[in-house]
């Protein structure tokens, strides 16, 4: 049974930086295409970044340049390196696993068959 936790959320003043984990079981992310999605209330839910078996990444361009995502193969835990915070990061934070070596666009919400409960990031001014 495929699980995925995140953890790593909290609030943290604008320019600041946080690291989302989500920690894999029953599953192994070296292999597969795995990304990250963020959910402002009231709004859809939207890519952030993915990272596929060969290590290629892709960002939304809101994030990029920003935020880093990576694979700790031995751990097994994907993570999202969030760097100069800005209020309009403000979300809810969701890790997601396919079982695809390639990944499609970042936005693309159905190539992903498992996903995370989420971790609160909130970035104040």
């Known amino acids: 049974q495929v699980q995925l936790v995140e953890s790593g959320g909290g609030s943290v003043q604008a320019g600041g930086s946080l690291r989302l984990s989500c920690t894999a079981s029953?599953?192994?992310?070296?292999?597969?295409?795995m990304g990250w999605f963020r959910q402002a209330p009231g709004k859809e839910r939207k890519g952030v970044a993915n990272s596929d078996s060969d290590y290629t990444s892709a960002y939304a361009g809101s994030v990029k340049g920003r935020f880093t995502i990576s694979k700790d193969n031995t751990k097994n835990i994907l993570y999202l390196q969030m760097n100069n915070l800005t209020p309009g990061d403000t979300a809810m934070y969701y890790c997601?696993?396919?079982?695809?070596?390639?990944?499609?666009?970042?936005?693309?919400?159905?190539?992903?068959?498992?996903w995370g409960q989420g971790t609160q990031v909130t970035v104040s001014s």
């Open positions: 029953g599953y192994s992310v070296r292999w597969y295409c």
């Open positions: 997601a696993a396919s079982f695809s070596s390639t990944c499609a666009a970042v936005s693309i919400t159905g190539q992903y068959s498992y």
